[in-house]
């Protein structure tokens, strides 16, 4: 993604600087100001056209996206392996860059206690984060439906 913005960038300076040089040589040759407008109006609309066409590209980063259907999976197969999860309810995951973050929320087995409770999620949470480093982040609810 830095490498769309760079290059984005270097696009919009280069043309920039085109549009320019041929603005300024077409108003000396003809001594005719409106070419150096009409050279200015150019630049203006191809950095528009640039921070468009980078903002649709970057737009995931800026708001977040889903990771990929591989990376869920594996993330709802590794959870739903656990011996302490009956079933999965929901879960979404949320890419933030390099980094993962996860909210479950599972049917948890049965338990004697809400601290066994606790430490069955804790479990599985740092099981997850075992397994795949890129998990930062993990909302875990347990539900009885």
């Known amino acids: 993604s830095e490498l769309i913005v760079v290059l984005g960038e270097d696009i919009a300076a280069l043309l920039g600087l085109t549009f320019a040089l041929i603005a300024v040589i077409l108003s000396v040759i003809t001594g005719n100001p409106v070419f150096d407008a009409i050279g200015s109006i150019g630049i203006g609309i191809l950095l528009v056209i640039i921070s468009f066409v980078l903002a649709i590209k970057i737009k995931s980063l800026l708001i977040g996206q889903s990771t990929d259907e591989e990376t869920t999976a594996q993330i709802k197969a590794m959870l739903e392996s656990r011996p302490e999860i009956e079933s999965i309810i929901n879960l979404i995951t949320f890419q933030l860059g390099p980094q993962i973050m996860v909210?479950?929320?599972?049917?948890?087995?049965?338990?004697?206690?809400?601290?066994?409770?606790?430490?069955?999620?804790?479990?599985?949470?740092?099981?997850?984060?075992?397994?795949?480093?890129?998990?930062q982040w993990i909302f875990f609810e347990p539900d009885i439906e």
């Open 103 to 135: 909210a479950v929320k599972a049917k948890m087995k049965n338990t004697k206690s809400v601290n066994d409770l606790i430490l069955n999620i804790n479990k599985c949470e740092s099981e997850l984060k075992k397994n795949l480093p890129a998990v």
